[in-house]
Nanobody, 125 residues
Framework: AVQLVESGGGSVQTGGSLRLSCAVS????????MGWFRQAPGKEREGVAT????????YYHGSVKGRFTISQDNAKNTVYLQMNSLKPEDTAMYYC??????????????????WGQGTQVTVSS
């Protein structure tokens, strides 16, 4: 079975950085679409960043552009989210997900097939 395991979350102060990892097992993600999403209490799940692992093409949602970077390591079957200049509004549970197929833009959560369990990110002011 395909499993996605996120790690790297934690608590930081405003302006700090974190790097999240999403390790994929049971499936080779190359050639598929990987996404990072987040959900704060009482809010809907929203997209953060997307990467089409076939070409390494990356897409970002407006609020994180210029601060977050999504990347991949095919040898480790792992996708990363480097988060810099963190703000309190970035506080949320962060999830990664895989969509079996290509993607040429950011896609909504219901386009994805398998999800990880999430990792908490808390940014204090």
């Amino acid at each position: 079975a395909v499993q996605l395991v996120e790690s790297g979350g934690g608590s930081v102060q405003t302006g700090g950085s974190l790097r999240l990892s999403c390790a994929v097992s049971g499936y080779t993600y190359s050639g598929n679409c990987m996404g990072w999403f987040r959900q704060a209490p009482g809010k809907e799940r929203e997209g953060v960043a997307t990467i089409f692992t076939g070409y390494g093409s990356a897409y970002y949602h407006g609020s994180v552009k210029g601060r977050f970077t999504i990347s991949q390591d095919n040898a480790k079957n792992t996708v990363y989210l480097q988060m810099n200049s963190l703000k309190p509004e970035d506080t949320a549970m962060y999830y990664c997900a895989i969509r079996y197929g290509a993607c040429w833009s950011a896609l909504p959560p219901n386009s994805y097939n398998t999800w990880g369990q999430g990792t908490q990110v808390t940014v204090s002011s």
